[in-house]
């Protein structure tokens, strides 16, 4: 989700721990690498348009 995406969603749902793709460099370890690790594993089999591109945009 764009950040855009994420605010509109957290004033929809208050208390959300929604955060947006982690996209940058991260450091190996920390918790920014984990959440992507995690993401990367768990849509392994998004072979349509849109999961690819969220691939794409998580550097998976």
Same mark, same amino acid.
């Given at each position: 989700?764009?950040?855009?995406?994420?605010?509109?969603?957290?004033?929809?749902?208050?208390? &959300?721990?929604?955060?947006?793709?982690?996209?940058?460099?991260?450091?190996?370890?920390?918790?920014?690498?984990? %959440? =992507?690790? &995690?993401?990367?594993?768990?849509?392994?089999?998004?072979?349509?348009? =849109?999961?690819?591109?969220? %691939? %794409?945009?998580?550097?998976?």
């Amino acid at each position: 989700m764009t950040s855009k995406g994420v605010a509109q969603y957290k004033k929809e749902n208050p208390g &959300s721990k929604l955060k947006t793709a982690v996209t940058g460099k991260v450091k190996a370890g920390s918790k920014a690498a984990k %959440r =992507r690790k &995690s993401f990367c594993a768990r849509s392994k089999g998004w072979t349509g348009e =849109r999961g690819k591109a969220a %691939r %794409r945009r998580w550097k998976c």
